[in-house]
């Protein structure tokens, strides 16, 4: 089950992840090395990416509303009650996994915190995964703080 889209139709946590993973992400149509040489493209899509890849801007939102389908259905079954956290921190955890991975999520501190009820925890531990090859990087830091931010807003 999706909260992303509800018959066919996208709902308002689904808007929100778009918006919020699409700005943090940015949109590039020809692939680029990302800051760890990770062959890039698009909304930060990795998976079977070559350089020299082009794709249209539609093509691309067409990969970002799938991309965070699967990352969904990835974080759903590692949260014993995905349905009883609020939109916020949802989508909060759904960018942090979209940008970590599915198995870094579901092994983190931060699921471990949400499946024990402890959502403001959860929401404290995001800003540790700052690091990309081994080294804090900015762009990470701003994100996890934005990503926290709105975690714990939605908990208000």
């Known amino acids: ?16 992840a778009v918006a919020f993973v699409g700005a943090w992400e940015g949109m590039r149509t020809t692939a680029y090395r990302d800051v760890v040489g990770i062959p890039t493209v698009c909304f930060g899509e ?8 082009r794709y249209t801007a539609d093509q691309c939102r067409e990969m970002l509303g799938d991309g965070l389908a699967e990352f969904e259905a990835g974080i759903r ?21 979209y940008n970590i991975g599915q198995k870094a999520f579901c092994g983190s501190t931060v699921a471990r915190r949400a499946n024990a009820g402890d959502l403001r925890g959860a929401c404290e531990a995001i800003v540790v995964w ?11 830091v701003n994100r996890r703080a934005a990503e926290r931010a709105m975690c714990l807003e939605g908990l208000k």
Not at 46 to 53: A, C, E, L, N
Not at 130 to 140: E, P
């Open 1 to 16: 089950m999706s909260r992303l889209k509800k018959a066919g139709a996208v709902t308002a946590a689904g808007a929100l």
């Open 46 to 53: 990795t998976r079977g990416v070559k350089m020299g890849d």
């Open 77 to 97: 079954k590692c949260l014993v009650a995905p349905d009883k956290i609020p939109d916020k921190p949802y989508v909060a955890f759904l960018s942090l996994s």
């Open 130 to 140: 700052n690091k990309a090859g081994g080294r804090v990087v900015a762009g990470l």
